[in-house]
């Protein structure tokens, strides 16, 4: 099993950065996913899901309207849109992969909003 992020770096605030997440080794369409954060000093928090066909998303309040998720079945893969960047975005975003009986993570990549 492997989840595999990618797509992290360095943006000035205000900017975009599209994450992805390429699952390998289970079946992937039958899992929830979601992405998660954590910052320095700071817990991982969870940031939005979307479920297996993905019909159903959420979103912690704070980055509603400004992150999307979504899923490509087809590609085993998960996306996370983020705009307009804050500095408090920062972070290192993790993707998890969700089922009754499983959990898997990915090992992360780092997002900096920083002028």
């Known amino acids: 099993v492997q989840l595999v992020e990618s797509g992290g770096g360095l943006v000035q605030p205000g900017g975009a950065l599209r994450l992805s997440c390429a699952a390998s080794?289970?079946?992937?369409?039958?899992?929830?996913m979601s992405w998660h954060r954590q910052a320095p000093g700071k817990e991982r928090e969870l940031v939005t899901t979307?479920?297996?066909?993905?019909?159903?998303?959420n979103y912690i309040d704070s980055v509603k309207g400004q992150f999307t998720i979504s899923r490509d079945n087809a590609k085993n893969t998960v996306y996370l849109q983020m705009n307009s960047l804050k500095p408090e975005d920062t972070a290192k975003y993790y993707c998890?992969?969700?089922?009754?009986?499983?959990?898997?993570w990915g090992q992360g990549t780092q997002v900096t909003v920083s002028s």
């Open positions: 998890n992969a969700r089922s009754f009986t499983n959990s898997y």
């Open positions: 080794g289970f079946t992937f369409s039958r899992y929830t």
């Open positions: 979307i479920t297996s066909a993905g019909g159903i998303t």
